[in-house]
């Protein structure tokens, strides 16, 4: 048992006793753990560190029947081995990672855009390198892989788009957050390609504001809530975040006030997503937000938007095409998640941005480009 492991079970001894509660007025959040920790480079509970790409999150509570790991692979956009072989080689080094891991992980989660334009080929492609992992596995799509054929072939290959299941006292979500763009193609008369190409830019001037979860899987998700304890976690898997963090890359879904009311009643929620190629982190109400690293490449930070509980990562060295990209293994310690980011390439931190000097007041999300936009109707093309 490692001393962070011990230290861990005689506070929980000490703090958790049958009847015994702290005063509510005496509550140690964990956005305030995470900024004294980071301020200060070790607390009494644990310690934390102030610089990525480990992160080490504490929450005391019960919910996790038991602690687990599993890992999370995502945005490897993979072309056909005759155009680029770099892609292939980071998704068999993530592979072999993750089946090295011990103990092994309780699954894997691959969180969209195996593939960069959605051919078949890049998509078995994808299937055949990822055979390497033993475990289980779950899916849910990124753009990338839909919008050649409107997720035809992704479908055969991994199934619904989007699933629940319970695992050791938490509830796993996963949402399609993908296939829900206004259909601009129709009428332009565009070919499959022509779409495709559209949706595989990173402006979404071009595609418009695609993401978004729908009418449909709102009510789906109010459905498989219900009855779920409140104080038990939920982890929400998704391609986009789930709040609006920067609309003009579709970094965001269009009706994330819609999630935001669903999920607003359940006090332990984490939401872990794909899409942004970066180490970010957000909280919105009861809600952690926590963005993943891709394998094939990192995009920058949004020019406005940026939360204030992440610290920017200065990057990429252009002589390494390893660094800035990696895969994630996350803990679940009762009603924590604790992510580690295995970033192949930094093998030191040269630069951490500045301490935001409110960060003991709530985030806010001011309106921008959401609000222009007028309702969100959640319709499938």
Known sequence: MSDLERQRREIA?????????????LRLTRRMFFHKSCLFGAATVGQTFAWWPLINTIDVAYAAEESFKFAWISD????????????????????KDVQSMSPPADFLIFGGDIAQLGKPEELELGVELLKEVKIKKV?????????LDMGKKWGQLFG???WTFDHKGVRFIGLDTVSRGPDYWTARKMSPEERMDHMAVLDGSVAGPWAGVGRDQLDWMEKILAGWDPSRPIVIFSHNPLYEYYP??????RDWREVQAVLKPFSNVTNIHGHVHQVLYNEIGNMRSIGMLATSWPWPYAPEGVPKLTKPMIRVDPGDIYDGVGWEKLTMNRDKIETEYVMWGRKEVFVQSAEDSSLSTPEVLRPRIADQLGPYEGSKP
């Open 248 to 253: 003009p890359w579709n970094f965001w879904v």
């Open 76 to 95: 490897t956009h993979l072309y056909p081995r005759s155009v680029n072989t770099r892609f292939v080689e980071k998704v068999v080094r993530a592979a």
């Open 160 to 162: 619904q788009p989007n």
């Open 139 to 147: 899916f849910i799509p990124g753009e990338h892989d839909w919008y």
């Open 13 to 25: 001894a000490a703090l958790q006793r049958p009847g015994v509660s702290p005063d509510p007025n």
